[in-house]
């Protein structure tokens, strides 16, 4: 009776442990998959869908994200073109970011030669939250006088 006892813990075990080490090949297979697929991000406009669209014909934009404290959206993009005004119909598209956000965002590949340059955008994805630091905007300081000047200032939407 005794070895009957001892052989339900390790019964229940071995099956605990085979389920597991299917879920980790399943989630790994998953992953996997996920990571050839092409990177799309959804569209921002009206005919919007759930389901991530085919972006190819826009150009993806990485950098920081930086909202004015009159609310314009900007992003400070790392390849170095500076701090870009980034225009869209989606009133809601920036609304959970804060300065220092690393962003991609889906724009026209060309930018408009105004004071500040501008871009339309057409959807963001925050990679990463900001922490309040603002040691990335070192390599921009004359551009962010110029903005000063112009009524642009950025004292608020940090993280605390």
Do not use: H
Request: proline share 2%.
């Amino acid at each position: 009776m005794g070895r009957k006892k001892l052989a339900v813990p390790w019964i229940l075990f071995g099956i605990t442990a085979i389920a597991f080490v299917i879920l980790v090949l399943v989630i790994a297979v998953r992953d996997g998959n996920a990571s050839k697929q092409q990177l799309s991000i959804q569209n921002a406009d009206g005919d919007s869908s759930p389901n991530f669209q085919d972006y190819s014909k826009y150009y993806a934009r990485k950098g920081y994200y930086m909202r004015d404290d009159g609310g314009v959206s900007f992003i400070l993009e790392e390849s170095g073109e500076g701090l870009i005004t980034l225009g869209t119909e989606d009133e809601m598209m920036f609304s959970e970011l804060k300065n220092g956000d690393v962003i991609i965002v889906a724009s026209d590949s060309g930018v408009d030669d105004s004071l500040p340059p501008a871009t339309g955008a057409y959807q963001c994805m925050r990679i990463e939250k900001g922490t309040g630091d603002r040691s990335f905007l070192s390599g921009c300081q004359e551009e962010l006088e110029e903005l000063a000047e112009m009524g642009y200032t950025f004292e608020d939407y940090w993280r605390e």
